[in-house]
């Protein structure tokens, strides 16, 4: 049974989009930020793609953007030598963050109590939220630039992933690497599960995935092309990537086979995130839109609405192409 | 006085941003819905879609007249 997998395109940013980020599913549904090298970071209903706001303020192109479990705070870096921090419910400004180069990555403890920082400048700084005046503790160690900071297994211990072709497992207590990873190549993304405990790595042409305890490889699988970003279904049964060919791979977890592939962006795909239900995954491409995909092709979810060949009209839905078999002349 | 002109210009500003703040706004997929709703239910109206008659339209072949 194949359905054509319609995506919703949400345009709105006029520079590639770089990065994404979902919140937690909130009694409002869940939300998705997008950071763009326009500097203006948009917020998203996840499951339709609908505009919200967009946070204003950046002087320069933003290169991660974070939303916290509720939805109500918004983190970005920026290009300005800045990161901020928002109110996601009203758009307002509520921190500005100096850094001395550009900061290139964002990210929330579960708590929202801490605010995790990264980027040119090679140094981890973590941000009480609740005296932001106060210096921010500082990890050092990588020797170039910090691409992706994570926290993990519970907010204990800090992964970092740099141009250095390392990655790095710290202690947030005694801010001592614990482990490290080296790679041949530049890594070009990083996603934490925390539900399962897995890292999902991309570089060259593969995905890997490992412990994110003890940085044990699980598995690799190779791709058609360059890859820039991966992520994981929450159950862990598929995992999607995109990168320098603009399609979107779908991959079985267990058997590592590609099931599927979708054309649709017209530029190399910077970022994708699969949405916290799991029902979506987003992509965000050099073509400056950013596109919602079904997981379950043909699944009335969000706008999408299947409609058999019978029923020709349809409202408030994209129309998904039926079997053939089932058309009648 | 240049600070009175740039209060003039601010208070205009204040005046087109109340304007713009108070505009009805909906979200981009019901504005979607709607429109194509909307194309759907007046498509019999459309002169795109269902061409106008010959008699009332102005760009029609001009036809040479004869002078009895």
Redesign the interface.
Known sequence: MAMRQTPLTCSGHTRPVVDLAFSGITPYGYFLISACKDGKPMLR?GD????IGTFLGHKGAVWGATLNKEATKAATAAADFTAKVWDAVTGDEVLTLAHKHIVKSVNFTQDSNFLLTGGNDKVLRIYDLSKPEADPQEIAGHTSAIKKALWCNNDQQILSAADDKTIRLWDKNTQEAVHTLSFDASVTSMEYIPDGEILVITYGRTIAFYNAHSLDLIKTVDAPASIHSASLHPEKDFFVAGGDDFKLYKYDYTTKEEMESYKGHFGPIHTVRFSPDGELYASGSEDGTLRLWQTAVGKTYG?WKCVLPEEL?S??SEVLYCPPAEIKA | MSSNSTLTAMRRTVEQLKLEASVERIKVSQAAADLQQFCLQNASKDSLLVGVPAASNPFREPRSCTLL
Request: net charge negative; aromatic share 12%.
């Open positions: 209903q339709t793609g609908d505009w706008l009209s409202e408030n």
